[in-house]
């Protein structure tokens, strides 16, 4: 035990090689994909398969989609005095490398979809065998239901040894090319909540049908899908965790588990963001350097020119959402609750992100305006990690309830 | 010709000096000249105007510093002092203090609720900190928390993180007792961390006094100047070489305690390097003055004027080439991030119960996103501006390089932490800006973070 916040030692070698493959493999293609959207980055496929192969042999240190699952008794390693440094701070140091290379073509990264790590944190042991290896997306947004994710009208009915879905997802990450997509469905609409399951259906099951592409503002390497099912038959042992609609049962089955979904994963957007920034401003400190304007740590903002001011509170500012990252994974790696803390850092994480990278837009005037360099794509990529996996107001609304000790009731 | 500037409006009042009068301003400013003396002799303020006290008022008061006791020389002149090892680095992400600072700062928090909190409006009015809790400060050995054992005092290695922790614990009572009490101490760090043999054998066995025996001494650590656009590497205080010692002359500001400190910490440039100097309160040329500021009242701030103050070749604190001065300016700003995170933690503190409790329009103003998000904000930039202060901290403790680090969280908790002192007043409303509630006091003294140079260090 003592206070020390640089990061852990002992996954240096992996950050270093996941910045190893952001440089030199995500880099040189990240233009190209952003132009050709849609296209599909085959060259994602070797890396997929390497990225598996050193998952296999330990050296990823469980980082990856898979490493939200909380097992227990799992070893952090070489630890001290009870202090675990896992496969969470693993996985938000490593993606946040990633995404220093591009987060459009993370998205992308096979077999790393959202769904695995849904699957990850609600599934059996069972059903946790039966899907290993697969690449799953994850459908819940509809046409109507966006953040309020308790209001899904797409249902599931029980008919025989399946379940019947029916309904339309939109922005569904990879939904075109992952070989399954984990669906959010309701088995009762009457019973709100409680009712609310999700399923993994496997591509090409019929009734399903990627119905289009959408074309946006940035992460164009990656595919966002809006999905159809129509009387879509899946097996019954497909429903993630427990088919109970008891409203009482404990948490991990019903819809709270599958909203504990998101204390896992938001920590890996908030790595996310702060991967994109860091990309922007790794760049725009080179190219002000370039122009004669370095920060000097010793002296105050104001004594220096107003570029270098700005840069230092980017900096700033830039690191304290990579902290709150860092400390909510670490929580998570030592079994403590970090609801409000994942919180914290997506929300800081996602409007940091913003602000840094439209900032370097504005510090390198037209040269970061313009497509001859990188910088105009990261303030397009950046935009969407303050919306997904729970909006910036969202993020305020779990803080402030958690804070002021409020229920969603009360602070609505 | 000599008239018209005195009837120019500019350079006072903060009037800019481009403003003019014309016919109606030379009358209105006649009126006021006699309303004031008029209103002065009417409600008999005359009197009370004319014994303002010194520390209340800046009203050209000005005093000698303190006699101070004698600082018996000791030790071995030249030889290098002791130091404390910088602590174990356990190459772990972690975020949990050890046993013995969470003892410390639990006692300390305690200190900082039954004492601190329940003096510091009184304390902030009177621009003073109570005897008591200055007593109670070194009774629970403020002053001794980041010297070695050799040196009398507690820390078994480095103490900036225990130092770190113990400024927020204290910060969450009162900011300006915290400067107060803090004050003396980080002097005596200072010396622990650069002084010589001699230095720390001549001044520390006072700090470690038996508390019961004599008082420790009040001592100030004076990097500040009155000067806009100020950098501190750069003190317009100047040191010159004389045959056997120094010269300092020049002007420092937002000196802690200054009028009672018995010891100072001097800033000044010598030979285009900024260095830290010993000055006893004795010494001649010293001149100190009140110099209330916004807020951090209770501190007693004063401005210390040095002319053609002699100091001895002994009296240099560190290196001559800006290094020591250098870490000093980090570690003192690393002190002023950890007061802002535990101003800003008591800012949260009050506010939660007030907007679940305060209703309008038929409900708690809490559930109001307007008022709930504010405080999920200020919760968010608060526990970023604790993660980067302690994440400095650690860095110093173990004897890295943290000067980045520093400026990182000092950064935040100027910008973020003054956003968290103008939330408070405002989620308190009209009831924010009367000095009922704290929140205009936390106001007042979360601007000094990332203004203030110096006064406090860890």
């Given at each position: 035990m003592t206070i020390e916040l640089d990061d852990p030692k002992r996954f240096r070698t992996l950050v270093g090689q996941a910045h190893q493959v952001a440089m030199n493999m995500l880099r040189p293609i990240s233009r190209k994909y952003d132009l050709a959207e849609h296209a599909y980055p085959q060259e994602l496929d070797m890396l997929a398969a390497m990225i598996d192969g050193l998952a296999d042999s330990g050296a990823s240190e469980g980082a990856g989609a898979a490493g939200v699952r909380r097992e227990e008794g799992a070893d952090g390693g070489d630890n001290d005095r009870g202090n675990k440094n896992g496969a969470n701070l693993a996985s938000v140091m490593s993606i946040q490398e990633m995404c220093w290379g591009d987060v459009g073509l993370l998205l992308s990264m096979p077999r790393q979809g959202l769904g695995n790590s849904a699957i990850a944190s609600v599934a059996d042991d069972v059903q946790l065998a039966r899907f290993d290896g697969v690449w799953a997306a994850m459908a819940i947004t509809e046409p109507g239901v966006g953040s309020d994710s308790a209001n899904i009208t797409t249902t599931a009915v029980l008919d025989g040894d399946h379940y019947v879905i029916n309904g339309?997802?939109?922005?569904?990450?990879?939904?075109?090319?992952?070989?399954?997509?984990?669906?959010?469905?309701?088995?009762?609409?009457?019973?709100?909540?409680?009712?609310?399951?999700?399923?993994?259906?496997?591509?090409?099951?019929?009734?399903?049908?990627?119905?289009?592409?959408?074309?946006?503002?940035?992460?164009?390497?990656?595919?966002?899908?809006?999905?159809?099912?129509?009387?879509?038959?899946?097996?019954?042992?497909?429903?993630?965790?427990?088919?109970?609609?008891?409203?009482?049962?404990?948490?991990?089955?019903?819809?709270?588990?599958?909203?504990?979904?998101?204390?896992?994963?938001?920590?890996?957007?908030?790595?996310?963001?702060?991967?994109?920034?860091?990309?922007?401003?790794?760049?725009?400190?080179?190219?002000?350097?370039?122009?004669?304007?370095?920060?000097?740590?010793?002296?105050?903002?104001?004594?220096?020119?107003?570029?270098?001011?700005?840069?230092?509170?980017?900096?700033?500012?830039?690191?304290?959402?990579?902290?709150?990252?860092?400390?909510?994974?670490?929580?998570?790696?030592?079994?403590?609750?970090?609801?409000?803390e994942a919180s914290m850092a997506k929300a800081k994480a996602g409007r940091v992100g913003s602000d840094v990278t439209l900032s370097c837009v504005e510090l390198c005037g037209a040269v970061g305006y313009s497509e001859a360099e990188l910088l105009e794509k990261w303030a397009r990529d950046s935009k969407i990690l303050d919306i997904f996996e729970g909006t910036q107001q969202i993020q305020q609304l779990i803080v402030a309830r958690r804070v002021l000790g409020l229920s969603s009731a009360q602070l609505r | 010709m000599s008239l018209l500037p005195s009837l120019r409006p500019g350079g006072r009042h903060g009037v800019a000096t481009t403003e003019t009068r014309d016919p109606i301003g030379y009358l209105v400013a006649g009126l006021s000249r006699l309303a004031q003396a008029d209103l002065l002799d009417r409600v008999g303020l005359r009197k009370h105007a004319e014994q303002a006290v010194f520390t209340i008022t800046r009203t050209g008061f000005s005093t000698m510093t303190r006699a101070s006791r004698t600082f018996a020389r000791a030790g071995v002149a030249g030889r290098p002092g002791v130091r404390a090892p910088s602590s174990q680095v356990t190459g772990q992400f972690d975020i949990t203090p050890t046993e013995d600072q969470q003892l410390l700062v639990d006692v300390v928090t305690e200190f900082a609720t039954e004492v601190v909190r329940p003096a510091a409006g009184a304390a902030d009015a009177a621009c003073e900190a109570p005897p008591e809790v200055l007593r109670s400060a070194l009774e629970i050995g403020l002053p001794i928390l980041g010297l070695p054992e050799e040196l009398g005092g507690v820390a078994e290695e480095r103490s900036a993180t225990t130092g770190t922790l113990v400024a927020e614990a204290l910060a969450r009572g009162d900011l300006g007792l915290a400067v107060a009490t803090l004050a003396p101490g980080s002097v005596a760090t200072a010396i622990g961390l650069w002084g010589t043999d001699e230095q720390q054998q001549t001044y520390l066995p006072a700090f470690s006094a038996d508390v019961n025996q004599e008082q420790a001494p009040a001592a100030a650590l004076a990097l500040s100047e009155p000067q806009v656009l100020f950098d501190v590497l750069r003190p317009h205080t100047t040191a010159t070489r004389t045959g056997d010692g120094y010269l300092l002359n020049g002007v420092k500001s937002s000196v802690p305690r200054g009028a009672d400190a018995e010891l100072f910490v001097v800033g000044a440039l010598l030979d285009g390097a900024p260095v830290l100097f010993l000055v006893e309160s004795s010494t001649p040329g010293l001149r100190v003055e009140a110099d209330p500021a916004m807020g951090v009242r209770a501190a007693s701030l004063?401005?210390?004027?040095?002319?053609?103050?002699?100091?001895?070749?002994?009296?240099?604190?560190?290196?001559?080439?800006?290094?020591?001065?250098?870490?000093?300016?980090?570690?003192?700003?690393?002190?002023?991030?950890?007061?802002?995170?535990?101003?800003?933690?008591?800012?949260?503190?009050?506010?939660?119960?007030?907007?679940?409790?305060?209703?309008?329009?038929?409900?708690?103003?809490?559930?109001?996103?307007?008022?709930?998000?504010?405080?999920?904000?200020?919760?968010?930039?608060?526990?970023?501006?604790?993660?980067?202060?302690?994440?400095?901290?650690?860095?110093?403790?173990?004897?890295?390089?943290?000067?980045?680090?520093?400026?990182?969280?000092?950064?935040?908790?100027?910008?973020?932490?003054?956003?968290?002192?103008?939330?408070?007043?405002?989620?308190?409303?009209?009831?924010?800006?009367?000095?009922?509630?704290?929140?205009?006091?936390?106001?007042?003294?979360?601007?000094?973070?990332?203004?203030?140079?110096?006064?406090?260090?860890?």
């Open positions: 339309e997802k939109i922005f569904v990450t990879s939904g075109d090319r992952a070989d399954h997509v984990v669906v959010w469905a309701t088995l009762d609409k009457e019973l709100g909540r409680a009712a609310i399951k999700s399923f993994v259906v496997a591509k090409g099951t019929p009734g399903m049908r990627v119905e289009r592409l959408e074309h946006k503002l940035g992460i164009r390497a990656s595919d966002t899908a809006t999905i159809i099912f129509e009387d879509c038959r899946v097996p019954k042992e497909n429903l993630l965790g427990s088919p109970d609609v008891d409203s009482g049962s404990a948490g991990g089955q019903g819809f709270a588990g599958a909203m504990a979904t998101f204390d896992n994963t938001r920590p890996l957007v908030a790595a996310m963001a702060v991967g994109c920034a860091a990309a922007a401003l790794d760049l725009t400190r080179e190219l002000l350097a370039g122009a004669g304007v370095e920060v000097d740590y010793d002296r105050p903002g104001q004594t220096q020119s107003a570029a270098a001011a700005k840069l230092l509170q980017l900096e700033s500012d830039l690191e304290g959402a990579r902290l709150l990252m860092l400390q909510a994974a670490w929580l998570a790696d030592n079994r403590r609750p970090n609801s409000l | 004063t401005r210390l004027t040095l002319t053609e103050v002699q100091v001895g070749s002994d009296g240099v604190l560190g290196t001559t080439d800006g290094t020591t001065y250098a870490e000093c300016v980090r570690l003192s700003r690393l002190a002023w991030c950890a007061l802002a995170v535990g101003t800003g933690q008591a800012v949260l503190d009050y506010v939660t119960p007030y907007v679940t409790d305060r209703e309008a329009f038929g409900e708690p103003i809490a559930h109001r996103q307007s008022v709930a998000f504010k405080v999920a904000d200020l919760a968010i930039e608060l526990q970023a501006m604790r993660l980067l202060t302690y994440k400095a901290a650690g860095r110093a403790a173990a004897g890295r390089e943290f000067g980045q680090a520093v400026a990182l969280a000092r950064e935040a908790c100027a910008r973020h932490g003054m956003q968290i002192g103008l939330d408070g007043v405002q989620l308190l409303g009209g009831h924010g800006f009367v000095k009922e509630h704290p929140v205009e006091r936390w106001y007042r003294d979360l601007r000094a973070v990332g203004v203030i140079e110096g006064a406090v260090l860890v």
